[in-house]
Structures are given as structure tokens and as C-alpha cells.
């Protein structure tokens, strides 16, 4: 790794999350400590309540750690930040806007000019598959294409990181797949890091180069492993690696660590 590289890591250190409810303390999230390289794609996948999100929020900088540093680039991370995009679950495009306004919408914000900010638009509606798109509003698109256009305005601002929250959760199972080739494909053209949350263990495997699974109470990382069943720098894969054994096996390793965190492990080992 060059020594760029190095400085542009995401760093987690003790990072720990309480919340006060009905005057008492909750551990959301245990002190953890983390670092994710440049050009990562991690995916993290848990039982509900494991603190995926909260996780999340936090390197997003929505929500403030109870105890803690995170370092971006040697820069203490204390709020939102442009360099940190995210895409949620539902696509929270701006209906009044279009398709192509919702791509140009951050652009404006950093008053970039006009006939630069198109022409960035355009370049990321290409990349999505969207330019034919950029004309409509948001409601005239399809669930998954809706979903394109909130990637392609995250990618427009060029952050360094990417934080995705099941953004392919409420889709169909075609529309699913279809978008996470779509996804590699982007990841393998402009390596950015991703961290991706999800409740699929296939999903977190078939996209991933590194899969974190979090167990509950309190939110804890409790396994954290390359994904080497696609070969050297997570090469891109197709849809039929999900049948060969190295996937598969990872997936049911997985899958026990989830079962594990949720205390079941005992009895689907017995179902078997």
C-alpha cells in the first residue's frame, strides 16, 4: 500500500455507543476498532438490533459516539461530510427535482457552474444507465432505477467513501441482482471504499471483499474475514460463483456466525 493510501484509511478506535432510555443506559454499540483500507468493499451483516446501523450512522457522521475517535485521512470525523456519501434504504430523491436535478442537486450546494455540473450529471447518469432518464422525476422510475439515480448523485460529488445502507433491501430478487452486477461493476471501475450493510449473508459474500458479521447486546463485531473465494483483489464475479463450494462454504460459516450471535447455533447444528 502506498503511502497515500495509508493516509486515506478509515480508522476506528474504541468507538462505543449509549443511548438514555427510561432512565437507563443502553450499549448500542461495545468499543470497537476498525480500520478499513482504500478501495475496500466491506460488507457487514448481523442479527436485527446488532448495531449495523448504528455502526453506520456513526461513520457517517450522523450520529456522535459515546466514547471513541474515527479517523478519515488523519481527520477527525465530527459530523456529516461530503467526502462521506450515503445511500439509504429508500431512495430520498427530491420528487420536486429531476432525475437529472437530483444528480446535479450536491454540485449546486459546492456552486459548481452550470455547464460543468451537466456535464458531471451526465457522466454519472451514463454510468447508472440512467441518461435517457435525466428529463423525468423521480416518481416516474422504477424502485431499482430510483436507486440508480441516488447512487449516481452520490458518486457525483466524488466522495472517498461510500456508506450504503441495505439500499437493495425493498427490492425484488431479479432487480436485486441485477443491481449488485451493477455495483461491482461501478466499485471495479472507480474502487472506491464501500461500507455496505445488509441482512443477506449472500449479498455481503457475492459483493465484499471483506464481510464483518455483528452479534447483539451489546453490538459488537464478532467476525471479520477476506472474501477469497473470488480470487485476488475481489475480482469480479458473475452470478454462478454462488454455486461453487468456496462460496458456499463461506456462506454457511457465515450464516453459523449469525446463528451464533443470536444464541440458535445449538439448535440448527441439531436440525442437521
Same mark, same amino acid.
Given at each position: 500500500?502506498?503511502?497515500?493510501? @495509508?493516509? +486515506?484509511?478509515? =480508522? ?25 483500507? !482504500?478501495?475496500? $468493499? ?49 431512495? +430520498?430523491?427530491? *420528487?420536486?427535482?429531476? &432525475?437529472?436535478? +437530483?444528480?446535479? $442537486? ?6 459548481? *457552474? ?6 458531471? @450529471? ?5 454510468? =447508472?444507465? %440512467? ?9 416516474? %422510475?422504477?424502485?431499482? /432505477? /430510483? ?11 466524488? !466522495?472517498?467513501?461510500? %456508506?450504503? #445502507?441495505? *439500499? ?28 455496505? =450493510? ?5 449479498? @455481503?459474500? $457475492? ?18 474475514? /477476506?472474501?477469497?473465494?473470488?480470487? #485476488?483483489?475481489? @475480482?469480479? !464475479? ?6 461453487? *463450494? ?5 456462506? #454457511?460459516? =457465515? ?6 450471535? /443470536?444464541? &440458535? ?8
Amino acid at each position: 500500500m502506498s503511502e497515500l493510501d @495509508a493516509r +486515506n484509511r478509515l =480508522v476506528l478506535t474504541d468507538i462505543g455507543v449509549d443511548y438514555h432510555s427510561g432512565g437507563e443506559t443502553v450499549r448500542a454499540l461495545a468499543p470497537t476498532s476498525l480500520t478499513i483500507d !482504500p478501495g475496500e $468493499f466491506v460488507c457487514v451483516v448481523g442479527p436485527s438490533g446488532c448495531g449495523k446501523t448504528t455502526l453506520l450512522q456513526v461513520l457517517a457522521g450522523f450520529l456522535e459516539p459515546t466514547s471513541g475517535t474515527i479517523l478519515v485521512g488523519g481527520q477527525h470525523v465530527r459530523g456529516p461530510d461530503p467526502d462521506r456519501g450515503v445511500v439509504f434504504q429508500q431512495p +430520498n430523491l427530491y *420528487p420536486w427535482l429531476t &432525475v437529472r436535478g +437530483n444528480v446535479e $442537486f450536491g454540485l449546486r450546494m459546492r456552486h459548481m *457552474p452550470r455547464t460543468e455540473r451537466a456535464a458531471t @450529471a451526465d457522466r454519472m447518469l451514463d454510468l =447508472v444507465g %440512467l441518461r435517457e432518464y435525466g428529463r423525468r422525476r423521480p416518481y416516474e %422510475l422504477s424502485g431499482g /432505477q /430510483q436507486q440508480r439515480c441516488q447512487i449516481a448523485r452520490v458518486l457525483a460529488t466524488d !466522495p472517498r467513501i461510500i %456508506l450504503m #445502507d441495505e *439500499p437493495f433491501g425493498a427490492l425484488d430478487a431479479m432487480t436485486r441482482e441485477k443491481l449488485q452486477l451493477e455495483l461491482l461493476d461501478l466499485w471495479h471501475q472507480r474502487r472506491k471504499t464501500i461500507v455496505f =450493510v445488509t441482512h443477506s449473508v449472500e449479498e @455481503a459474500i $457475492f459483493l465484499g471483499t471483506r464481510v464483518l458479521v455483528m452479534g447483539a447486546q451489546p453490538g459488537r463485531v464478532i467476525y471479520d474475514r /477476506q472474501v477469497s473465494c473470488k480470487g #485476488d483483489n475481489g @475480482a469480479q !464475479p458473475d452470478s454462478r460463483i454462488r454455486s461453487t *463450494p468456496e462460496f458456499v462454504a463461506m456462506r #454457511d460459516e =457465515v450464516a453459523a456466525k449469525i446463528y451464533e450471535a /443470536q444464541g &440458535v447455533i445449538g439448535s440448527v447444528v441439531a436440525a442437521h
